[in-house]
């Protein structure tokens, strides 16, 4: 652990309090030791469960999504359609005040801000992605007051019809495995029901 520390992976905020990683520690992580999982198959279920009414229009299947990713992963989630800076989809913004590194309410209330300023929102999940999934740690996120998030990103659809963007906020500890395994999954079915004329 003393190595680690000074390496710079892990910190020690107080004399009493245990080791804790860092921003370098949550990234090295993500880069080097996340193996590739699939959501299991009885979550799969449930999730497939929360559309059996069906949905006939991108925008319903959209705001659905943002619901269930959310409900799933106890995170925020953000989806946007390419080129529609109205439609933007929030859920699960309440999550944040029961992070204990969101304990000061001042805190608490400018994140909420950013999350319902469309404009700042479009800004950060719609920057260039060279990969389908994109992770920015502490400071990557580029954001005052995120020093403590994570965000994650994902690439929804083909370049000749619709694209987009799923993306969940949460502490730099959130389940970095969980959560990508998700935006996969939510990503695949949007990519299959467009390509299917389900949509």
């Known amino acids: 652990l003393a190595e680690l520390e000074d390496d710079g ?15 370098s520690g949550y990234r090295y992580y993500v880069n080097h030791l996340m193996h590739e999982i699939k959501l299991l198959a009885d979550e799969k279920k449930r999730i497939l469960h ?10 319903e299947l959209l705001r659905k999504t943002s619901e269930v990713l959310s409900q799933e992963t106890k995170y925020p989630s953000i989806i946007s359609i390419d ?6 989809f ?10 204990p590194e969101f304990h000061n309410i001042k805190r608490i209330y400018h994140i909420l801000q950013i999350l319902e300023a469309k404009e700042r929102l479009l800004g950060l999940i719609n920057r ?10 502490g ?18 659809g083909r370049k000749n019809g619709r694209t987009g963007r ?10 970095y495995e969980k959560v990508i395994s998700t935006l996969e999954y939510f990503s695949e079915m949007i990519d299959e029901m467009v390509e299917s004329g389900h949509l």
Do not use: N, W
Not at 9 to 23: D, E, K, N, W, Y
Not at 91 to 99: D, E, K, L, P, R
């Open 166 to 175: 799923l993306a969940l906020l949460g502490p730099t500890r959130m389940d």
């Open 83 to 88: 080129g529609r800076e109205d439609k933007v």
């Open 128 to 137: 260039d992605l060279e990969k389908k999934i994109k992770i920015y740690i």
């Open 9 to 23: 992976f892990l910190t020690h905020p107080h004399t009493s309090a245990g080791r804790v990683p860092t921003q």
């Open 50 to 59: 929360e559309y059996h009414q069906g949905v006939s229009e991108i925008e």
């Open 90 to 99: 929030c859920h699960g913004m309440s999550f944040v005040a029961g992070y």
């Open 139 to 156: 400071d990557e996120v580029g954001c005052a007051d995120m020093e403590d998030c994570s965000l994650v990103i994902s690439k929804f």
